[in-house]
């Protein structure tokens, strides 16, 4: 099955800079990588996803890059603000039938500091 | 839209008694996937559902664990002779069931067993 591995656990940055967190996956079947966020205490949410037959999907500062030939893909924070801050986790699904779970990193702190 | 609703929020249960967590998709969603978080902790895959079907339990511990999607209402992940181990957030999320579509979260239900 799936494995997802997602670095750094822990990430902190000073307001304004730039914020990356990657992931690899194991599946080459694999062919859908959402990102979600999680405040403290509340649900994940979808902020931004791809898929396997695009390379680069941006969205205002956020950005998602995918390497099909290396298995990874990486969230990319721009001009980061204290809003960031929280747990961001990765997830991809292999198959193309729809009946395949989403399997999700392990999260990545973002604490981002004015 | 409602989106996904999951009750109760708070769940407090003693040792060896039964919890019940209800979980109903958003409307259209006919794919309803359970996980367990642990506090610090991310999200780990308990059982994948369709009406009247599971699709996929692998992520979920062969005793004491049980989830239905009947025909009519909400899934139930059911937990019997809960220990305080049990003690986490479980969060419901569903999906239309199409490839390379995410999920969207329920608020999720926090189980503490005393």
């Known amino acids: 099955g799936e494995n997802v591995e997602q670095h750094p656990s822990t990430l902190s940055v000073q307001e304004g800079d730039s914020a990356v967190i990657k992931c690899t996956y194991s599946d080459s079947a694999s062919n859908y990588f959402p990102w979600y966020k999680q405040e403290l205490g509340k649900r994940p949410q979808l902020i931004i996803d791809?898929?396997?037959?695009?390379g680069e999907k941006k969205d205002q500062r956020i950005a998602v890059t995918l390497n099909k030939t290396a298995k990874h893909f990486s969230l990319h924070i721009t001009e980061t603000q204290p809003e960031d801050s929280a747990v961001y986790f990765c997830?991809?699904?292999?198959?193309?039938?729809?009946?395949?779970?989403?399997?999700f990193g392990t999260g990545t702190r973002l604490l981002v500091s004015p | 839209n409602a989106g996904v609703m999951q009750n109760p929020r708070h769940l407090v249960r003693r040792r060896g008694q039964e919890a019940r967590l209800r979980c109903s998709p958003m409307?259209?969603?006919?794919?309803v996937y359970w996980y367990r978080q642990l506090p610090e902790e991310g999200l780990k895959f308990m059982v994948y559902?369709?009406?009247?079907?599971?699709?996929?339990e692998s992520g979920m511990p062969k005793e004491r664990f049980s989830a239905e999607f009947p025909k009519e209402g909400p899934s139930i992940l059911r937990i019997q002779q809960v220990v305080r181990g049990d003690s986490a957030a479980y969060f419901c999320?569903?999906?239309?069931?199409?490839?390379?579509?995410?999920?969207?979260f329920g608020s999720g239900t926090r189980l503490t067993v005393v």
């Open positions: 559902l369709q009406k009247e079907n599971i699709i996929d």
């Open positions: 999320a569903s999906s239309p069931g199409t490839p390379n579509y995410g999920y969207t």
């Open positions: 409307k259209g969603h006919s794919h």
């Open positions: 791809i898929r396997s037959n695009v």
């Open positions: 997830a991809a699904r292999g198959g193309n039938t729809g009946f395949q779970k989403l399997v």
